[in-house]
């Protein structure tokens, strides 16, 4: 089964946008201007091209201006509900919040603020027929020194995380190669849900997936393009990439 069209894409785009400020300050990460068109834009014209339809917005700084660019998603040809935080959750707890509006028993989740060319209709088919409670899409890098690894055992499951520290980021500055990275793209079952306490901030990726290690938690390997908008140099480099790769 590779339909998409019945599970909903979870956009988490609530936060603060600290890192980026020097930038872009003017409104939430998201619709940071790429090019002639938000970064939001290049999410949901990957996102349509996939088949999926249902979203669900995860908002909270500056989050008026994303409803008034988005609205209810129907010149995009989606369906959008959103949903709204009084205060910062991170990336699990916006997901826990944003659990009452998930009726299907799979979702994909996608960070607001980068980009993975990985191919979601092949990814929801690993996801189902290994029956996973988690499958983190893993783009591989050059350099991995922002990012923790992670690495992978037999049959895609994921046998442990890197998170980066200073003795890491050095290490990774240093070495040659391509790396495993957390590409900011997962499909969970609604069970995960379980597994996030209620209204408190929690990072899915290092608080959540690290206690998943060993349960049935994949990853799905992908050469798919990969941009994080979440710095000025990477932004920069936005401008005269994305825009060739994808025609929002």
Known sequence: MRDLSLCPAIILAGGLGMRLR??????????????????????????????????????????????????????????????????????????????????????????????????????????????ALATIAIARVRNSARYGTVQLGRKGRIVAFCEKHPETVKKAASRRGVQSINGGVYLVKRELFDAIPPAQPMSLEKEVFPTLVGANLYGFVTRGYFLDIGVPTDFARAQSELAKRCCA
Not at 46 to 75: N, T
Not at 76 to 83: A, E, K, M, R, T
Request: charged letters at 20%; aromatic letters at 12%.
């Open 22 to 131: 020097a930038a872009f300050s003017d409104g939430p990460k998201c619709l940071a201007p790429i090019g002639n068109h938000p970064f939001l834009a290049y999410l949901l014209v990957w996102l349509r091209s996939a088949g999926v339809r249902e979203l669900i917005l995860c908002v909270g700084y500056k989050k008026s201006q994303i409803r008034d660019w988005l609205g209810d998603g129907k010149k995009w040809g989606f369906h959008v509900q959103y949903s709204l935080e009084e205060k910062p959750l991170g990336t699990a707890g916006a997901l826990k919040h944003a659990a009452r509006l998930v009726t299907s028993d799979a979702c994909l989740v996608l960070n607001g603020d980068s980009f993975l060319g990985v191919d979601l209709r092949e990814m929801y088919w690993f996801h189902r027929i290994h029956r």
